[in-house]
Every structure is written in C-alpha cells, then in structure tokens.
C-alpha cells in the first residue's frame, strides 16, 4: 500500500499508459474551515474514475464532471465552491468554508 | 500540464526529490522548479525562486505571497516511520502509518519475526538496530519507535535516534521498564537526551490490543509532527 500522493501519480501514470484522458484537480485556495488543504489532489479519468479527493466529498462530483470537460478541450479551469445552498441544490461545502480548485488536462 | 511536466514531476518524486510546480492561474502556465533549476513555460524571478525555495522548505503549498496569481504546490518527501521490534504492535503499526502517510521501515535482526509473510508490502531489514540507523540517518521528518522489548534491540536504537535530529523517538515498556532503560542510557552519556523520549509510548487512549496500542503511538506520532513535543 502506498501513500495517498504516491497513489494518484500511479493511478495517473497508470491511464496515461491506457491511452486514457487523465485530467488534475488541486486546491489552490481555502477560505475559512475547508476540509483540505491547498495542494490536495483529486485525479480524473476521462471514464470518470478518480483517485484522491478536494473536499470532504461534497464537491467531487462537479469536480469531475469540469475535469471531464477539461480532457476534451483541453482548456484548464479554475474553479470556486462556497457555501451550499440547499434551497437551491447547489454545489457547496457543508462546513460553510470556500475553495479554490484549478481543474488542468495532463498531456 | 505538459507531458513533459508531469514527466518530470513524476521522475523527482520516484526519486525522493523535492520539487515544487508553479501555475499561473489565469492560464495554467506552468514552471517545475527542482533542485537542479526550474523548467517549463514560466520563468520564475529571483526573488520568487528565492519565495517558492522557502515554501518548498517548509513543505507548504500556496499561492505566492507577491503574487496570488501563482500557485506553488510543493512536493516533498514523505515523513519516515523507523519501528525496531518485528512485533505483533509493529505489523499493525506500519500498516496504520503508511495509511496516514509514513514511510515505514522496520528493523529487527530476528528473521523469524521481519518476515515478508509477516509484513506484505513493507520495508524490511533484518540488520542490527545501530547499524540500520546508522544507514538510515534519521532526519527532522523522521520518527522512530522502538517495540522490541528487549533491551540488546532497543537501547542502541534510542541512543542513535536521541543523537539523531529525529522529530519523535518513542519507547514501548512500562514505567518500571522505562526507568531501568533511563538508567542504562544515563550510563551511556545520554542523561541530558533522555527527556525526548516518549515513554511509556503513545497517547493515553486506554487500549490494550496491539491494534490499539498501534493506535495510540501513531496519534502521539501525527500529533508531535504537527504539533510539537508537549
């Protein structure tokens, strides 16, 4: 068993290998109380596998639907996540903190 | 981020290197600064080669202080576990450590206990306890625990880990076993370090199975780490 990071540079070298899209995601900022912290990683396949995580969970699943774009378009985004709003079903941290996440296509 | 980055990236982490990637957010540009020089698509200044070596140092990872629109995510090597004693505790404790991040070695001279059976997938060494530290040179991102209970195995692994800049030496052993340790290693010259010795190991959580136990001494470990001896 290796450690977390050892394990996403393998998962990630691993799909390139596959000729799979591999995009990354890492937390670039944090405002108040954020599950991780700034440099956290969380890896995507273009199959939507993942490896890693940004947050507590809450907002993976946005993550991964942008690092799927990424891979087919290349294009690297940054991203911002806030307070969810249940009302509204939004995307958001439960703990009430902000996030910065640069989403980027590897290769 | 560039095949090529990556790459490299991939390279310096295989071999235990620190490196940081620089990435202008606005764009993703990117720069891989490592101790041999920076590459890429940026070119870092001096002065925020001289920042980005400070954040790297100190294995922090964040924007750029004189400029927010660069972030620095450094990538250093992962803190070592060195457990003397191929003990019941020690197979639960490598297990828990890699988990939580550690490089784990584990050092016992008895084969019939550091066996690979008995350790899937964990570094192994069968050499006497002063020579594998002496090998192994505990730095300030090391820990070192010592469970073998017997002191011909633990006592020339504390005396090198208390002269060693190591951030945790810990020593399993009741208090009784503690003090006539405290004696031994007095002997030895080494009343003044003595003190940097958690004894008996681990935090007080109250469990007796080895699971536990192993529970204990990797809070200790984690909680010294980040928060410093008490």
């Keep these: ?107 | 981020m560039r095949t090529e980055c990556f790459e490299a990236l991939a390279a310096h982490r295989a071999a235990g290197r620190s490196c940081a990637l620089v990435t202008r957010l606005a764009d993703g540009a990117q720069a891989l600064v490592a101790p041999d020089g920076a590459s890429g698509e940026l070119a870092p200044t001096a002065e925020q080669l001289a920042e980005i070596a400070g954040l790297l140092a100190a294995g922090t990872s964040a924007p750029l202080a004189s400029d927010a629109g660069l972030f620095v995510r450094s990538y250093v090597a992962a803190p070592r576990l060195l457990v003397v004693g191929a003990v019941h505790i020690a197979q639960f404790l490598a297990a828990m450590a890699r988990m939580a991040g550690y490089e784990v070695t584990v050092i016992d001279p008895r084969r019939a206990f550091a066996s690979a059976d008995r350790f899937p997938g964990v570094t192994l060494t069968d050499e006497w306890p002063d020579e594998a530290l002496a090998r192994l040179a505990p730095d300030a991102r090391t820990a070192v625990v010592t469970l073998a209970h017997d002191p011909k195995l633990d006592d020339p692994a504390l005396a090198a880990a208390l002269r060693s800049p190591a951030f945790y030496v810990g020593a399993l052993g009741s208090r009784r076993t503690h003090a006539r340790r405290i004696e031994r290693l007095a002997a030895e010259g080494l009343a003044d370090l003595l003190g940097r010795i958690h004894a008996p190991v681990g935090l007080d959580l109250g469990g007796r199975s080895p699971a536990e136990i192993a529970v204990s001494v990797l809070a200790q470990v984690i909680q010294v780490r980040h928060r410093g001896a008490p």
């Excluded at chain 1, 393998?10 to 912290?37: F, K, M, N, Q, Y």
């Excluded at chain 1, 199959?47 to 990424?70: K, R």
């Excluded at chain 1, 995307?91 to 640069?102: D, F, I, K």
């Design chain 1, 1 to 107: 068993m290796a450690t977390e990071l050892d394990e996403i540079f393998d998962r990630i070298a691993a799909w390139r290998r596959e000729g799979t899209g591999v995009a990354l995601a890492t937390v670039v900022r944090t405002w108040g109380s954020s599950p991780r912290p700034a440099g956290s990683h969380l890896a995507v396949a273009e199959t939507g596998a993942f490896v890693g995580s940004v947050s507590g969970g809450c907002i993976e699943g946005a993550v991964i639907g942008e690092a799927q774009a990424a891979i087919a378009d290349g294009r690297p985004r940054l991203l911002e996540f806030g307070v969810s709003d249940e009302q509204a079903w939004a995307v958001g941290l439960a703990c009430g903190g902000r996030v910065q996440v640069l989403v980027e296509r590897v290769g």
